[in-house]
């Protein structure tokens, strides 16, 4: 038993290079040491003297030339990926939908502190990402994560800010760094992204000309050369802008694995058209057939000897000969075998010539994805949608159709995938995550993040009461939702008896935002206290905090998905908090008596949390470990 009482919980994102440390470690434990930081203690460290002994071979020095990417900035937005912050997610109860059923999220805040706040509830979990980032077409809003802005600057910047006057600016092609800034705001999103793919998950990423190439080696710097899959060409519009001598009428879709080796993407659905052209006209045992060609060409003429030779028409004795420039794909025993089997077809009235039957049975349950989409709808469709949802609004220029991103759907995700895009915009993905699932019976998940961008107070957006992007986007899921549950409904009444019923899919979502760490300021300076000091503190949590603000930064902090049930029990008048019925027990209360320990214990929880202010005393705190180690040894016992 430890002389202070159980473990503090440290309440903070994952600091990325310690973790890259620990990497290292595992691979050349004789190159870690120990460095003071900037607050005087130790911490671990790498001796890159050490190290370049170890790698001696291969390690490139000085300025020889070499292949490299890079970019005004590149050093530190890899700086910021790996930089913690003292941030949490706060669940906004009142404005989720079927909070305690829903496996959804909807985050709203910066993105770059969101995908931090996922690395350890997340990683390794996501199964497809797709993202539509800003163009950088001199119009449209970047992240600027360097600067924090007032409301005076914002005034004196043609940009856009949230509610705390930061994090976003008009990236004008007149600025010195305007490739720069948008390489170093996308970078680090990526490379966070990259940990929370799942081995044999995949990426989309919408992109146009202005960054398409730029956007290619970031990827290749952060998921790897060998891991580019394709660019698809989406067509996104019938006819080209006339404002220019060549319009262009498409976008592209960069399509990366995280790791090719254990990629699984799903062949492209066969159209209800191409379905119809297998027929069974005469009942045969293998199903529905049509007919497809017995030749082979060969290029000048020439043939293969064994392949050529009469085909005999068993209704009409007729011979039947390759062409002068083919033979037959297959040799005299194997044709024999398709005769025997009836699986050579003579034409409708049995006197054409010989064709192969290509039975459905036979072929791959779908057909070969091609890099040019022009199958899927144009981007005016998109705004048709939000127009049919949200009423008359120009809130978008033609926002992406569901219809796209159901059919990357379709191609990078299982019925049961978790789906992240954090770039959510008006959410056409959580749209297309809930319409396919109500297709095909699926039950995926996802997770949108969206900042609170503003809407200009002059659109009919802002009039029509959206006074943010993520309001819109949080919208748009209700009503998305209530359209797809009222269309299932609809077709199950109108299922014959004995017809199959779909089920509605799951069409709430949990909201939580971005916010400053519930923890006081002091909390996180408690190296410099004395523990006297510290158990003299009345509270570590701000004032303005409630328990299920504190539940949930302890479910981010111990790696807990932000979707897992959550029950209150009240023991002896004492609110406890049930995850996943032993995931996690807490209780945030004042003074909780040993009797109520006792029972939380009994529990036998895998993880057990409580405030700093739950003990009486000093004594208590001690008590509390000697109680669980009594009752629930296994359990991990941490105080906030």
């Known amino acids: 038993m430890s002389k202070s009482g159980p473990e503090y919980l440290k309440m903070e994102s994952t600091d990325a290079t310690d973790a890259n440390v620990e990497r290292i470690a595992a691979l050349f434990p004789n190159v870690i040491t120990e460095i003071e930081d900037e607050g005087g203690f130790l911490r671990k460290g790498i001796d890159f003297d050490l190290l370049r002994q170890d790698l001696s071979g291969d390690i490139i020095e000085g300025r020889e030339e070499r292949y490299d990417f890079t970019w005004v900035g590149k050093k530190k937005s890899i700086f910021e990926a790996n930089r913690p912050i003292k941030k949490t997610l706060r669940p906004c109860m009142d404005e989720s939908r079927n909070w305690g059923d829903t496996r959804n999220i909807f985050i709203e805040g910066d993105n770059l502190d969101a995908l931090k706040l996922l690395q350890e509830s997340y990683l390794n979990s996501v199964k497809m990402i797709y993202i539509d980032p800003p163009y950088n077409t001199g119009n449209d809003f970047i992240y600027n994560d360097s600067f924090v802005m007032d409301k005076d600057e914002y005034a004196e910047e043609i940009g856009a800010v949230d509610e705390?006057?930061?994090?976003?600016?008009?990236n004008n092609p007149e600025r010195g760094r305007y490739h720069s800034d948008w390489c170093s705001m996308l970078y680090p999103r990526l490379k966070l992204a990259h940990t929370l793919l799942r081995d044999d998950g995949?990426?989309?990423v919408s992109i146009d000309e202005h960054e398409m190439h730029n956007l290619r080696q970031i990827m290749n710097t952060i998921f790897g050369e060998d891991n580019f899959i394709e660019s698809i060409i989406w067509k996104k519009r019938s006819t080209p802008p006339n404002d220019k001598?060549?319009?262009?009428?498409?976008?592209?879709?960069?399509?990366?694995?995280?790791?090719?080796?254990?990629?699984s993407l799903n062949l492209r659905q066969r159209t209800d058209e191409q379905l119809g052209r297998y027929q069974n006209p005469d009942n045969h045992p293998k199903g529905p057939w049509t007919s497809g060609d017995l030749m082979a060409n060969v290029k000048g003429g020439r043939y293969v000897k064994h392949l050529y030779f009469p085909i005999v028409n068993p209704y009409t004795g007729e011979e039947h000969y390759p062409s002068s420039n083919g033979n037959w794909r297959f040799n005299k025993e194997k044709i024999q075998e398709l005769l025997k089997n009836n699986e050579i077809f003579f034409g409708k009235d049995n006197k054409g010539r010989?064709?192969?039957?290509?039975?459905?049975?036979?072929?791959?349950?779908?057909?070969?994805y091609t890099t040019l989409w022009d199958f899927v709808p144009f981007n005016t469709v998109g705004s048709k949608e939000m127009a049919e949802l949200l009423g008359n609004l120009t809130i978008f220029n033609n926002p992406k159709p569901s219809g796209l991103i159901l059919e990357l759907l379709k191609l990078g995700s299982s019925n049961n995938s978790l789906i992240l895009d954090f770039f959510a915009g008006s959410c056409t993905t959580a749209h297309a995550v809930m319409q396919l699932n109500a297709e095909d019976g699926g039950s995926r998940k996802f997770i949108m993040v969206q900042l609170p961008e503003p809407c200009d107070e002059t659109t009919e957006a802002y009039k029509a009461g959206f006074h943010t992007i993520a309001e819109i986007g949080k919208e748009r899921i209700r009503r998305a939702g209530e359209k797809i549950k009222t269309g299932v409904e609809e077709a199950n009444r109108q299922t014959t008896l004995g017809g199959e019923k779909k089920a509605v899919p799951d069409i709430g979502f949990r909201v939580f935002k971005v916010d400053d760490t519930n923890m006081k300021d002091v909390y996180y300076a408690a190296d410099a206290y004395s523990q006297e000091?510290?158990?003299?503190?009345?509270?570590?949590?701000?004032?303005?905090?409630?328990?299920?603000?504190?539940?949930?930064?302890?479910?981010?902090?111990?790696?807990?998905?932000?979707?897992?049930?959550?029950e209150i029990e009240t023991i002896e008048g004492f609110s406890v908090h049930i995850v996943d019925s032993d995931a996690l027990v807490a209780c945030f209360d004042a003074s909780i008596p040993e009797s109520v320990m006792r029972r939380i214990a009994e529990k036998k929880p895998l993880r057990a949390v409580f405030r700093d202010g739950s003990f009486r005393d000093s004594p208590g705190k001690l008590n509390i470990e000697g109680i669980f180690k009594t009752i629930a040894p296994d359990t991990k016992l941490r105080v906030i």
Do not use: C
């Open 533 to 566: 000091t510290i158990e003299g503190l009345i509270d570590n949590v701000r004032g303005d905090r409630t328990d299920a603000d504190l539940l949930y930064q302890v479910m981010i902090n111990w790696g807990l998905p932000l979707d897992l049930t959550h």
């Open 164 to 170: 705390a006057g930061n994090r976003m600016f008009r």
């Open 354 to 368: 010989p064709k192969l039957k290509r039975f459905l049975s036979d072929v791959k349950q779908g057909i070969t």
């Open 202 to 204: 995949v990426i989309f």
């Open 245 to 263: 001598t060549i319009g262009a009428a498409h976008e592209y879709i960069l399509i990366y694995s995280k790791n090719l080796e254990n990629l």
